[in-house]
């Protein structure tokens, strides 16, 4: 699940003023099986520190890069408000959405998959088709993305997608978002249940990763910052669609146990405001963890699918649903397009000799069984809003929309 990585210049936001951001964020490059990002985040509230290109751990098979606003390809003119969701998905067979089923002609679930509700999809897709874009501010750019920010929320044994229901079942995991879940957390939980650490606080999902323990003294280690990114990977957008509500997703492989030594693909990666050395100035003494130089701490870079089979909102493996499409589009099994979800995860420490172990292996005390799950709901004009604005015209924004 980890793949290599091809850095990136980084790029600073300006931030809205009279507005707190968390983090600020910059571009994904994806280079055949490779994701990497460069993203600016805050070590504290109003105190920028940059992010320089990160790795990953979920592969994103396109030729497609992402770079920096002023090198970045201008995008084309986008179509008249009135029809740019339609025009988008016509422009592009592969990317079209199917119309949704009716209720007669969706089949039962199988066991482990999680059907959509035909009726709330379509729905939520004309409302999306319906929406007018929103006038551009002068000095956009051009990178297609949105953003929750959000800080460390709690910390449970337990896993509402791969355990559902079975609390104390999982090993350890930190949440950010959502305040209220656990074990027995539903889709309804979350729309009923929305007290939240992100911003916007539209966002009400929720987003787990396993717990980092300090070595030397098995504490736990908890983020200090936590930005999800949600974007385009490739160069076109035609035929995006937004999220819908009750989608679940894991990314990377808890299972996966073999050491991260300096250049190893899916390590976790040291970054801070200006430029350095991403695998550290050391490592700990077991190779497996980087030690920090200067102001750089270390962080974790998680990438997420962009294509949906338009069906299921979960499947046996948590994964079959969705799929990683290329610059040419969705492949037929998974014909929808969305916005690609990406961690991008901060932790306030330098590394040590003794190093640090993940709650998922506590043998190899290695980084490889990085994994993140997703549980998604928003508002649903919130996540319209942003992603008609934002991902389908390409246009850069923040927790709030269009950043200028």
């Keep these: ?72 390809p201008a995008a084309s003119a986008p179509a008249p408000a009135s029809a740019s969701a339609s025009a988008s998905a016509s422009a592009n067979p592969a990317a079209t959405t199917p119309s949704a089923p009716t209720k007669q002609q969706q089949a039962p679930a199988k066991p482990g998959w999680i059907n959509v509700d035909p009726a709330v999809w379509q729905a939520q897709v004309d409302a999306y088709r319906n929406r007018k874009i929103d006038p551009v501010p002068a000095g956009v750019g051009n990178l297609p993305e949105f953003r929750a920010d959000c800080q460390y929320s709690h910390r449970l044994p337990d896993d509402p997608i791969v355990l559902p229901g079975l609390r104390g079942a999982s090993h350890m995991h930190s949440f950010v978002g959502n305040k209220a879940v656990d074990a027995d957390t539903t889709a309804g939980d979350l729309q009923k249940f929305t007290a939240t650490t992100c911003k916007p606080v539209q966002d009400h999902s929720a987003y787990w990763v396993p717990t980092l323990y300090d070595n030397a003294t098995n504490k736990p280690v908890e983020t200090t910052g936590f930005r999800v990114y949600y974007r385009s990977l490739r160069d076109s957008s035609e035929g995006v669609m937004p999220l819908p509500n009750g989608l679940r997703m894991v990314a990377g492989d808890a299972k996966k146990k073999v050491p991260t030594p300096r250049g190893a693909q899916g390590q976790f990666y ?57 610059g040419q589009g969705c492949p037929s099994t998974h014909p929808v397009r969305i916005p690609a979800i990406t961690f991008d995860i901060q932790y ?56 200028d």
């Design 1 to 72: 699940m980890s793949n290599t990585t091809i850095p990136q210049p980084p790029r600073r936001h300006r931030r809205r003023p009279g507005r707190t951001v968390i983090a600020l964020g910059a571009g994904v490059a994806v280079v055949a099986v490779a994701v990497s990002v460069a993203a600016i985040s805050l070590t504290n509230r109003g105190t920028t520190s940059l992010v320089a290109a990160a790795p990953s751990s979920s592969p994103a098979p396109s030729p497609t890069t992402h770079r920096p606003t002023s090198a970045f």
């Design 270 to 326: 040291c970054a801070f405001y200006g430029p350095g050395d991403l695998d550290g100035i050391a490592r700990s003494t077991n190779g497996n963890w980087p030690i920090c130089g200067g102001d750089a701490t270390l962080h974790f870079m998680l990438q997420f699918p962009d294509c949906w089979d338009g069906e299921h909102l979960d499947s046996p493996n948590h994964r079959d649903h969705v799929t990683f499409g290329t």
């Design 348 to 403: 306030g420490v330098k590394g040590t000799p003794a190093g640090y172990y993940l709650s998922s292996d506590k043998d190899v005390k290695s980084a490889s069984s990085m994994h993140g799950d997703a549980f998604v709901m928003w508002d649903q004009d919130a996540m319209n809003k942003r992603t008609k604005n934002c991902i389908l015209q390409r246009r850069t924004c923040d927790n709030f929309g269009y950043l």
